[in-house]
């Protein structure tokens, strides 16, 4: 996608934003910055999880306002799964949250209230670049002399004795065959093979594959997803400290919820093939849970793996793995 860097901000600093994506780009370095590199039509969700995959570094303009975005905090575990270098780029003297402490435990955070900026700008193109430096350009090879043709007359001579060799040569060739030919043997004519009986097949009538697309407990489950509930300790029995599930259950027509374990937080999800499924599901989830949110699978929660499976009145366990 021809960028070094995915630019990380919360939209309530995008003028910071912008003036750090302008100073890179100055010093030569390719930035990929949304809503700006989106393609007109696409997947705002899609096209952010390309550019992380597209980069080499993640700059991180980290605030207040970017200390509380679910987004940035998807965008960073994104990165950290790509094993992609982030630099926090500190625009306030602010400490990170524990979720975004986690994927920063060892990086050098870049002070940027510290004044003069343009001495900031300078310090953030030093890191980048000894983290991603340029990729070296092939050097092509020199081409090789070109001699000079011979003369007209020179080259007509040199061409008319290369043509009288060659029929020379085919002249001789041929009379040496000729005389060397063998005589032609007879070809029997082959005996007709009589046809071999094929064994009549018994006739099996294909068995349907059950598939595992949105099961209540399968990796591969819908993609647009409803957060409900939420606790830090997985429960041993989720009927008893997290009673949501049963209200989740009253709901008409709605999926049988799913646990989702990710950074030690057990996250009660119902998911859908697609968004026109879920917006239905949305009004009647937010009126029983006021603090349901919707996430997309994709980039909440890239790589799966099941704990167990849907036992009883228990639902089923996913965990969420780098």
């Given at each position: 996608m021809g960028h070094d860097v995915f630019l990380s901000y919360s939209t309530k600093d995008t003028k910071?934003?912008?003036?750090?994506?302008?100073?890179?780009?100055?010093?030569?370095?390719?930035?990929?910055?949304?809503?700006?590199?989106?393609?007109?039509?696409?997947?705002?969700?899609?096209?952010?999880?390309?550019?992380?995959?597209?980069?080499?570094?993640?700059?991180?303009?980290?605030s207040a306002a970017a200390n509380d975005s679910q987004d940035i905090e998807r965008e960073v575990q994104r990165a950290d799964a790509k094993r992609l270098k982030i630099v926090p780029f500190r625009l306030e003297d602010v400490e990170p949250k524990a979720s975004l402490a986690y994927f920063l435990p060892s990086r050098q955070y870049l002070n940027a209230y510290l004044t003069p900026m343009e001495a900031r700008y300078d310090e953030l193109r030093e890191v980048v670049r000894r983290i991603a430096p340029p990729q070296p350009s092939p050097t092509p090879r020199p081409a090789p002399p070109v001699e000079p043709p011979p003369p007209p007359s020179q080259r007509s001579r040199r061409l008319f004795g290369v043509l009288a060799g060659v029929?020379?040569?085919?002249?001789?060739?041929?009379?040496?065959?000729?005389?060397?030919?063998?005589?032609?043997a007879p070809v029997p004519k082959p005996e007709p093979t009589p046809p071999i009986a094929q064994p009549i097949q018994p006739h099996d009538e294909p068995k349907p594959i059950p598939s595992p697309e949105n099961q209540a407990?399968?990796?591969?489950?819908?993609?647009?997803?409803?957060?409900?509930?939420?606790?830090?300790?997985?429960?041993?029995?989720?009927?008893?400290?997290?009673?949501?599930?049963?209200?989740?259950?009253?709901?008409?027509?709605?999926?049988?919820?799913?646990?989702?374990?990710?950074?030690?937080?057990?996250?009660?999800?119902?998911?859908?093939?697609?968004?026109?499924?879920?917006?239905p599901q949305l009004q009647?989830?937010?009126?029983?849970?006021?603090?349901?949110?919707?996430?997309?699978?994709s980039v909440e929660c890239p790589n799966r793996r099941v704990l167990s499976g849907k036992e009883g009145n228990i639902p089923g366990q996913i965990e969420c793995v780098p």
């Open positions: 910071a934003a912008e003036a750090v994506c302008a100073a890179l780009e100055r010093r030569g370095i390719g930035v990929w910055m949304a809503p700006r590199d989106i393609p007109p039509g696409s997947s705002y969700a899609a096209s952010i999880v390309e550019a992380i995959d597209s980069a080499r570094v993640l700059v991180l303009v980290f029929v020379g040569l085919l002249v001789v060739s041929g009379l040496v065959a000729w005389q060397l030919r063998p005589n032609p407990n399968s990796p591969k489950s819908g993609d647009y997803g409803i957060v409900f509930g939420s606790q830090k300790e997985g429960p041993k029995d989720p009927n008893g400290p997290m009673n949501e599930i049963l209200k989740a259950r009253q709901i008409s027509n709605s999926p049988d919820p799913v646990l989702y374990k990710k950074n030690g937080l057990w996250m009660s999800v119902v998911t859908f093939d697609s968004e026109d499924a879920r917006k009647a989830f937010k009126a029983k849970f006021p603090t349901a949110r919707t996430i997309q699978l």
